[in-house]
């Protein structure tokens, strides 16, 4: 079965101040490792796709990095509109109708 | 584009009464699918439909049923509404085959008393 841990539950920033986000999984084979960003009451937005370990995907201040027991989500020198939930999932070879296995998310609050 | 649409917002529900979540995607996808999100439980595939004509269960099926109305509609429903059915119900579709990335619907946030 495949699983998805993310680490810290919550984190919180000053602006500028940067971090990373941790997502460790198992799965038996990985065919996609996604990240999205939540924002309260609403659904979750897609940001990156991660195929293989040592892959790199960069967005404005975000950067995902891949090996084969976790994916980081960089932050750095973080707005207060990074501010959300990142979530992280993953899709094995073996997952039923291409599901996603999602992990609890992260928390990030920045602070001005 | 609209992307995906999900009616309606919130809805209140007392035990036992039936309802249907709407949702339809503009983006040509093949694959759709009903999650629900619950504190503490993170995001749960409750069913899904890799083509239209084609429907599967998911972790969380029980208490519900879904239609693949056609390629742009999946419908939810809860024919007898229990309070453990409080949640918050996101649809999503992807491109087939996978890896493809899914989007998400702004979600549907629902009360059973």
């Known amino acids: 079965e495949d699983q998805v841990t993310q680490s810290p539950e919550a984190l919180r920033l000053q602006e500028g101040e940067s971090s990373s986000l941790n997502c460790s999984y198992t799965?038996?084979?990985?065919?996609?490792l996604f990240w999205y960003r939540q924002d309260p009451g609403k659904g979750p937005e897609f940001l990156f796709t991660?195929?293989?370990a040592g892959e790199e995907k960069e967005k404005e201040r975000l950067k995902a990095t891949l090996t084969k027991k976790e994916s980081f989500l960089h932050i750095t020198a973080p707005k207060p509109e990074d501010s959300a939930t990142y979530l992280c999932?993953?899709?094995?070879?073996?997952?039923?109708?291409?599901?996603?296995?999602f992990g609890g998310g992260t928390r990030v609050l920045v602070k001005p | 584009n609209a992307g995906v649409t999900q009616t309606p917002k919130f809805q209140v529900l007392k035990t036992g009464q039936s309802m249907t979540l709407q949702c339809a995607q503009d983006?040509?996808?093949?694959?759709m699918y009903w999650y629900r999100q619950d504190p503490g439980m993170g995001l749960r595939l409750i069913y899904y439909?890799?083509?239209?004509?084609?429907?599967d269960k998911g972790e969380v099926p029980n208490g519900y049923n879904v239609s693949r109305l056609n390629k742009r509609e999946f419908s939810l429903r809860l024919e007898s509404a229990a309070p453990s059915q409080t949640s918050v119900y996101f649809c999503?579709?992807?491109?087939?085959?996978?890896?493809?990335?899914?989007?998400f619907g702004p979600g549907t946030r629902l009360t059973v008393t």
């Open positions: 999503a579709s992807s491109e087939h085959p996978p890896p493809y990335e899914q989007y």
């Open positions: 799965v038996s084979g990985l065919r996609g």
């Open positions: 991660l195929y293989s």
């Open positions: 999932a993953v899709q094995g070879i073996k997952a039923a109708g291409n599901k996603l296995t």
């Open positions: 983006m040509n996808h093949n694959s």
């Open positions: 439909s890799a083509s239209e004509g084609t429907t």
